[in-house]
């Protein structure tokens, strides 16, 4: 095939990179409900992926999830919608995380925060989790009042 002029070649390498990024796209839960046969256990990087969401967002407590925040690219604090607050580390670093307005959920079936395997940034980079950890929000976890703080 021989392609005539620079509109020809222009046209040919759009074409290409159309291509390149539908195959990195990933699917959006549909409906708000995850598909529960893709996978099931936190770090895998298997399940449906939640449509982009903003911190504190209405949309996010169909996942059990009242707000995050990123203080670097390597971790994400969740509030859950039970206020429990988890930490969740990835598996390498996860560039444009603390700068992201939005993030989507790597949903593996179960609603459960603890059990959702990474997130995907609104490019498309997908990040897994290593661990998604339950903090302690007990007061003796503060210190506050214990013995060794007086």
Known sequence: MRIRGLHG???VVMVMAGCAQQATRPAAV???????STGSAAGTGTGAVTTQMRSGSLELRKYQ?????APDDRTLVINGADRS???ARFKSLCTGLRDADTIAF????ALQ???YSGVVLPGGTHCNFASVTRLSTSPAASHNGSPASQ
């Open 9 to 11: 070649l222009i046209a």
């Open 30 to 36: 549909s409906g708000g409900s995850p598909d529960s």
């Open 65 to 69: 999830i009242d707000d995050w925040i």
């Open 85 to 87: 607050l988890y930490e």
């Open 106 to 109: 790597i949903v593996p079936g």
């Open 113 to 115: 925060v603890d059990q």
